[in-house]
T-cell receptor
């Protein structure tokens, strides 16, 4: 079966712009989580969605937001981009968050 | 907040040798998971061990969990060049709080 698909793979944006990243989970998985990975901070949890509801949220500013659609596909949005937002953004899906996660290949965002 | 912390940070071994990595965490957990990441790509789920389990095997992988010491170890036996990667432990808290807290990762290099 198809894995977790993230689009786009690479993105270059300018400071102040906004960006939307997309994640299609494995069919049947209702939990979708987002993580930010940087060399300095490592892997940090952004938020988790389950059945279109945000169930958990990490310690990120309000510029980071997300949503989940009825087909479980999820998007995350970052507004007013800062240089420090440059990172690999990873999406992970799980049937319900209790059985381990399947990660996508990530979207590498570079803010210039 | 709880966070897995791997030790050591970098490991270089010859093909055929065993590699052992350790992880410690701070608070009670529901389960602990190990992931592998190749060259900044997505994470691959290796193994999940629940808080009521002490040891688990999957192929050449062996994971132990000591909840009294709040620590876990990952052993890769008979390593191969393809095992070269970063390995992360991640803890999943109790109470249905479905977010993973990742450690900083171990870089393992297997020399052919």
């Amino acid at each position: 079966k198809a894995g977790v698909t993230q689009t786009p793979r690479y993105l270059i944006k300018t400071r102040g712009q906004q960006v939307t990243l997309s994640c299609s989970p494995i069919s049947g998985h209702r939990s979708v989580s987002w993580y930010q990975q940087t060399p300095g901070q490592g892997l940090q949890f952004l938020f988790e969605y389950f059945s279109e509801t945000q169930r958990n949220k990490g310690n990120f500013p309000g510029r980071f937001s997300g949503r989940q659609f009825s087909n479980s596909r999820s998007e995350m949005n970052v507004s007013t981009l800062e240089l420090g937002d440059s990172a690999l953004y990873l999406c992970a899906s799980s049937p319900d968050g209790n059985y381990g996660y399947t990660f996508g290949s990530g979207t590498r965002l570079t803010v210039v | 907040s709880q966070q897995g912390e791997e030790d050591p940070q970098a490991l270089s071994i010859q093909e055929g040798e065993n590699a052992t990595m350790n992880c410690s965490y701070k608070t009670s957990i529901n389960n602990l998971q190990w992931y592998r990441q190749n060259s900044g790509r997505g994470l691959v789920h290796l193994i999940l061990i629940r808080s009521n389990e002490r040891e688990k095997h999957s192929g050449r992988l062996r994971v132990t969990l000591d909840t009294s010491k709040k620590s876990s170890s990952l052993l890769i036996t008979a390593s191969r060049a393809a095992d070269t990667a970063s390995y992360f432990c991640a803890t999943d808290k109790s109470n249905g709080n479905n977010r993973l807290a990742f450690g900083k990762g171990n870089q393992v290099v297997v020399i052919p």
